[in-house]
Nanobody, 124 residues
Framework: QVQLVESGGGSAQSGGSLRLSCAASGSTRATYSWGWLRQAPGKEREGVAGINSDGSTSYADSVKGRFTISRDNAKNTLYLQMDSLKPEDTAMYYC??????????????????WGQGTQVTVSS
């Protein structure tokens, strides 16, 4: 079992920055791919960024060059640095973990463990 707790959501102006954190506990030594997904009102949950145990990363085209995913293994914490935010980035953001290796952002159907979500709102 893995428990995930997000923090760091909030409001920002267009062009601003926010950093999300996700503290992981439990069986984190297993081989998991970690990632962030988001869901805007009326839309499906979509993968934003992912990171494997070897540090390899992947991003959705919509956030490439603006968002950076990273992980501090010593703290068992996952991060999502979001820069140059746009109003279309407004969504609930979820931290997630899936077994194995993924070379693209996770899809909701592939996730085994979810965080509770944190809201990000970007105003123009």
């Amino acid at each position: 079992q893995v428990q995930l707790v997000e923090s760091g959501g909030g409001s920002a102006q267009s062009g601003g920055s926010l950093r999300l954190s996700c503290a992981a506990s439990g069986s984190t030594r297993a081989t998991y791919s970690w990632g962030w997904l988001r869901q805007a009102p009326g839309k499906e949950r979509e993968g934003v960024a992912g990171i494997n145990s070897d540090g390899s990363t992947s991003y959705a085209d919509s956030v490439k060059g603006r968002f950076t995913i990273s992980r501090d293994n010593a703290k068992n914490t996952l991060y999502l640095q979001m820069d140059s935010l746009k109003p279309e980035d407004t969504a609930m953001y979820y931290c997630a973990a899936a077994p194995g290796w993924w070379y693209r952002p996770l899809r909701a159907s592939e996730v085994r463990y979810w965080g509770q979500g944190t809201q990000v709102t970007v105003s123009s």
